[in-house]
């Protein structure tokens, strides 16, 4: 396999991969719904998503635990036709990956006006349940603590604030406000509450991790030839574990607007070297899914105009 850079660096990252322990496979599994499943008519076959991450090293029994996890988390639901079972994302949770898919593949068009969105926990009447879960969501969300059962953030999506608030069952106990610094010359700057509340230094260390993991890769791949030789299945590996570990630092990403993150952030650097690497495996990681994938309807068919234009931005 090693008779080029771009066939080393494939080995390295299958080697890396095949070293993370097996609890990890639902993430795994998480992010082939995200990045091919809901591409393709949004449905595959159990025995699909077995023949694409048996190559990782993921066997039969660890998807069938994969899913059964993710079933339970309410992330994947299933239809039995005979003796095959297919999956697909649950409502509520192709609403969180279609969140990730437009941090993950477009770039960023958040703008401040200045304004914090605060919730406010600490009332009466929420149980003990539903404050940790509050605390959950919350953070998914990219809310910073900004007190003691006080969470903030600059650009939250309020709507999915008040959608996540309903779900829990708690929209008449949390109060929800916006928020603005009285006189920006007196007390704590905003960017000094950003570092206060949100663990940016943490994050760019995962994101600095992360390029120096596949800059080798995005600098094999500038041999256009080494790509046209590459087989279809080295390319599905490797589009699959660089959105595995992109998102897996994107879901701890509070996701804060430009103006109030850091000079030179890398999660910016991370985004483009992403984008450089995924446009040139897809069409052809594209064959090998294609291949080998199928749902009630039958095999995959191409892939759906609305997906057509992942990382186009970058082109």
Not at 79 to 102: E, N, P
Not at 108 to 126: A, C, H
Not at 195 to 207: G, M, N, S, V
Not at 254 to 270: I, S, Y
Request: with cysteine; glycine share 6%.
């Amino acid at each position: 396999m090693a008779s080029n850079p771009f066939q080393r660096q494939l080995k390295s990252i299958l080697d890396g991969f095949r070293n993370e322990p097996p609890s990890r496979t639902p993430s795994l599994v998480a992010t082939l719904f995200g990045d091919v499943v809901e591409s393709h008519d949004r449905e595959i076959w159990l025995g699909s998503i077995t023949a694409l991450l048996e190559p990782l090293g993921v066997n039969e029994r660890l998807v069938r635990t994969a899913i059964y996890r993710l079933a339970k988390d309410d992330f994947v639901e299933s239809t039995k036709v005979g003796r095959r079972s297919y999956y697909r994302l649950t409502d509520s949770a192709r609403k969180k990956v279609g969140a990730y898919d437009r941090l993950i593949y477009y770039p960023s068009e958040k703008r401040w006006d200045g304004d914090w969105i605060l919730v406010f926990t600490g009332t009466q009447g929420i149980k003990a349940k539903q404050r940790a879960r509050l605390r959950k969501e919350l953070t998914w969300l990219g809310y910073g603590i900004i007190a003691p059962n006080v969470y903030g953030h600059p650009t939250a999506p309020i709507s999915q604030t008040q959608a996540m608030l309903a779900r829990i069952g708690v929209t008449s106990e949390v109060v929800v406000m916006r928020a603005r610094n009285y006189d920006p010359m007196y007390g704590l700057g905003t960017k000094g509450m950003v570092r206060q509340c949100f663990k940016l230094e943490e994050l760019e260390k995962q994101y600095s991790a992360f390029i120096k993991h596949y800059r080798a890769l995005a600098r094999a791949m500038q041999n256009p030839r080494h790509i046209e030789q590459a087989q279809p299945e080295h390319c599905f590996i490797l589009r699959i574990m660089l959105i595995h570990h992109y998102r897996r630092i994107l879901l701890k990403d509070p996701k804060l607007p430009p103006e109030l993150l850091p000079d030179n952030w890398l999660g910016k650097q991370a985004q483009d070297l992403c984008a450089a690497i995924y446009r040139p495996l897809e069409p052809i990681s594209e064959q090998h899914i294609l291949a080998l994938c199928e749902n009630q309807a039958g095999p995959f068919r191409q892939i759906s105009s609305s997906f057509s234009q992942r990382f186009a931005a970058w082109d």
